[in-house]
């Protein structure tokens, strides 16, 4: 059983992907898990900054419900070749 110092918090949120790299989460030292989702069909590339791009980033594949948990606390940033809707989930404490 895993046991967090202070009380676990959630956060969601969607965000609109396309040609152009996005923020998807910002740095967060004290986040404990991340899972994105896909909601279309359109590749979405993930990466730790704003320079990603599909032949940088780490494939979300374009299947809706598609998933990815990343245990991060640096900022993902997304980028797709066509618009695209994503999720996330984090779990974070104070």
């Known amino acids: 059983m ?3 110092f202070g009380e676990p918090k959630l956060e969601t949120g969607q965000i609109a992907v396309d040609t152009t790299a996005v923020k998807v989460v910002p740095k967060r030292s004290n986040r404990r898990s991340l899972l994105i989702v896909q ?9 730790k900054d704003e320079d990603v791009l599909s032949t940088t980033g780490v494939l979300l594949n374009g299947s809706a419900g598609t998933s990815m948990t990343i245990p991060v606390t640096g900022e993902v940033w997304a980028i797709s070749g066509a618009a695209q809707t994503i999720s996330f989930i984090e779990i974070y404490t104070d």
Not at 39 to 44: I, L, Y
């Open 2 to 4: 895993r046991r967090f």
């Open 39 to 47: 909601h279309g069909t359109n590749a979405v590339y993930l990466g």
